[in-house]
Structure formats: structure tokens, C-alpha cells
């Protein structure tokens, strides 16, 4: 007969299954947590690769704010004018419509990325037509004396105002009333693209060789002159001379070092090259003395391709090589060069001039013009 257990070992056979019971518990608890904190990561991984909407009340993913919906459902969609009126400068009676912020800080994202001189120049955000800064010219003098000497007056610093010429920059996309009806077209982000693309485009060319004349003025506009800094009157930029008139001289690194190093040690932080990609397949082709090359590729995925240590931009709207122009720009452009533009862009629906055609006018007022002259060096073919 077989004997019964002690009351001992049935309590200690108790006591271990309920502790496997509770382990299994648990480690079904945490599997639960780990599926709920991968599924969180998912949905921030979603939100972080959409682009970035800068609006009060809107968070990240979090959809557009009941402002944009409205604009876009009351006014662009609808024609229905229940929007708050943007004035003209021009004319008080004259109105648009003010693009809430999350469209017009996706514009401003598209334009960042597409306009190469808006992604390295400074950019000032102004709630007017026009726009003035000062910049110091000269410093106050400093000098060493002794314990009881007499402290003689130091020099009074100079100023220079600087007042970009600006103009208004427009682009009017089309898009037709089934289109706009159709919940699935996606107005806002189609809007914000045709804009930006335009917009970028104009400004682009605008800030390399615009006129001035009701547009900003490109630094390839600005004056130029051949002395160093010391010398040469402010506004005026420095170029550097080739050498040769169909391209660069027998020794080519020798004059791209010397547009390196005529800028100032605490401008060259931050410094980068600017040329077309024309311009650019040539340097790249380019050796030093002893036959390595003086184009840098990237090492890493993102990093930017350098020229003697320096990031090159591509600006399509710089010359070409050619006699008498000026293919490569070098410099600080954050320093160097400003943008001055109208926090706010403008759209008055037009169903009227091309119909069944709805007409979206953008407009934006946008100024440039050259900030600090000892900051850009340009190279300039020989004649």
C-alpha cells in the first residue's frame, strides 16, 4: 500500500506549481509589454518620416489642425470665402488669403530643400514689406597702457545698413473642380509641392544673378574688385583670377587654395563651394601635383562630397566656364549672404479665367542681398 505524502511535501508541490503559474503570468505580461512598446516605435517611425508641421494645437502625426482643415474644405476646395483676409501692402481694400501655418511650413520645408542658396544663406522672417539691418564695419580700437597712464579715446564703430531689394514671387497652379471634389486628391500636400517647386526655382536664380530691380539681388550681382579685405569697400566682393581664359591655369589646385585661404580663418567655419554641375564634372577631373585627385567623395551615406575639405553645393543657376564670368563661389554663406521674406504666403482662388480650371495664385515677398563682402570669394575666368 502506498503511503500517503506528508502534508509538507503536498504544501512545498503547491507552492511550486503556483510560482510556475505565476512565472508563465509574467512572462506573458511582458511579452504584451514588448508588443505594445514595438507597436508605439512603429507608429513614431510613420509619424518622424512625414515632414515636419510646425503648428499650435498640432502635434507630430497627430493630423492637420482644425484651421487647415477648414481652409482647405471651406476655401480651396469649395471657394467658400470664410478665411481671414491677408491685406496687400499696396492697397488696403485688396485681399488674398493667408495659408495656415502647417501648409506654409511645408512650403518653407520643400523650398529649404530644393533651393540650394536658401539651405546655406541666412534667412530672416519679417512681418513687413521691407526689411533693414545694420553691420559694423569697424570695431572699436583697443590699445595697451600702463597702470596710471591716461586712457586716450578709442575709434567709433561704423555702421552700414543693409536693405535687400525685394520683390514678389508668384506661381499660380491649376487644378480642375472634379479634381478639388474628389476627397482621395490630397490638395494640401499637391499644393504645397507645385509652390515650392516653383517658388524654388525663381528664388533660386534670383539669389545667384537677380537684378535687384523688384526681385533680390544675386551676390554674383554685387560688385567686385580685386584687392584684399583690408582695402576694398564694403559691399564689394573679392575675386580671385584664373589664369587662363578657357578654364583654369596649368596648376589648378594652387588657385583653388588661394580662394580658400583669401577668406577670413573664422569664416572659413561653416564655409562651402558653389557651382553648377557643369562646373563641377570639371573640377572633379582636376589632380594636384603629385595625381590624386582634388575632389573628396563622401565617406558616409548623407555626408556631402567636399573640395579641399569643403561641402560643394550645386547651384545650377551659376555660370558655366567661360571668359570673363564667375563659375565658382566660395564662402560662408550664413554670413555672408541674406534672405529677407514675409513670414506669410498669400493664395486667392480664381475659378473664373480658365474654366473648368481652378487657378491657385501664391504670392510671397522675398528679398536677398549680400550681408558681409568679406565672406564670399569668387573665382573669376580670365578675359
Do not use: C
Not at 502635434?59 to 487647415?68: F, N, Q
Not at 481671414?84 to 488696403?92: P, R
Amino acid at each position: 500500500m502506498e503511503a500517503t505524502p506528508p502534508v509538507e511535501a503536498l504544501d512545498a508541490s503547491f507552492d511550486l506549481v503556483t510560482r510556475q503559474d505565476a512565472t508563465e503570468a509574467a512572462v506573458e505580461a511582458l511579452r504584451g509589454d514588448v508588443d505594445d512598446v514595438k507597436t508605439r516605435l512603429d507608429r513614431v517611425s510613420r509619424a518622424a518620416s512625414r515632414p515636419l508641421i510646425e503648428a499650435s494645437g498640432a502635434s507630430l502625426g497627430s493630423g492637420p489642425s482644425l484651421e487647415v482643415k477648414s481652409f482647405v474644405q471651406g476655401y480651396l476646395r469649395s471657394g467658400r470665402e470664410t478665411e481671414l483676409k491677408s491685406l496687400s501692402g499696396a492697397v488696403m481694400a485688396d485681399g488674398g488669403y493667408a495659408v495656415p501655418r502647417e501648409i506654409d511650413a511645408l512650403i518653407s520645408a520643400r523650398l529649404r530643400n530644393i533651393s540650394p542658396i536658401r539651405a546655406i544663406a541666412q534667412v530672416v522672417q519679417t512681418g513687413s514689406a521691407g526689411y533693414r539691418k545694420l553691420v559694423t564695419t569697424g570695431g572699436s580700437a583697443s590699445g595697451w597702457v600702463s597702470e596710471t597712464a591716461l586712457r586716450p579715446e578709442t575709434a567709433t564703430p561704423a555702421f552700414a545698413e543693409i536693405a535687400p531689394p525685394s520683390g514678389e514671387l508668384y506661381a499660380n497652379p491649376a487644378a480642375s473642380q472634379a479634381m478639388l471634389d474628389d476627397a482621395a486628391f490630397d490638395i494640401q500636400t499637391w499644393l504645397a509641392d507645385e509652390i515650392a517647386m516653383e517658388f524654388a526655382r525663381a528664388e533660386g536664380a534670383a539669389f545667384v544673378g537677380g537684378s535687384g530691380i523688384n526681385q533680390p539681388r544675386g551676390f554674383l550681382n554685387a560688385a567686385t574688385s580685386t584687392a584684399g579685405d583690408a582695402t576694398r569697400t564694403f559691399g564689394t566682393l573679392q575675386h580671385l583670377v584664373s589664369g587662363n581664359a578657357t578654364g583654369f591655369d596649368t596648376s589648378p589646385e594652387l588657385k583653388l587654395i588661394d580662394l580658400v585661404h583669401s577668406l577670413k580663418a573664422g569664416h572659413r567655419q561653416g564655409a562651402s563651394w558653389v557651382m553648377n554641375s557643369k562646373t563641377l564634372a570639371a573640377v572633379r577631373k582636376l589632380k594636384a601635383a603629385d595625381g590624386s585627385f582634388l575632389w573628396q567623395p563622401g565617406l558616409m551615406e548623407g555626408q556631402p562630397n567636399r573640395l579641399l575639405g569643403y561641402p560643394v553645393v550645386e547651384a545650377e543657376d551659376m555660370p558655366d566656364v567661360g571668359a570673363g564670368v564667375f563659375p565658382i563661389a566660395f564662402g560662408n554663406f550664413r554670413a555672408g549672404y541674406l534672405i529677407a521674406e514675409r513670414s506669410a504666403t498669400s493664395i486667392l482662388r480664381d475659378p473664373f479665367t480658365n474654366k473648368p480650371f481652378v487657378h491657385f495664385y501664391a504670392t510671397k515677398r522675398i528679398g536677398g542681398q549680400v550681408l558681409d563682402s568679406d565672406a564670399i570669394k569668387l573665382l573669376r575666368i580670365s578675359a
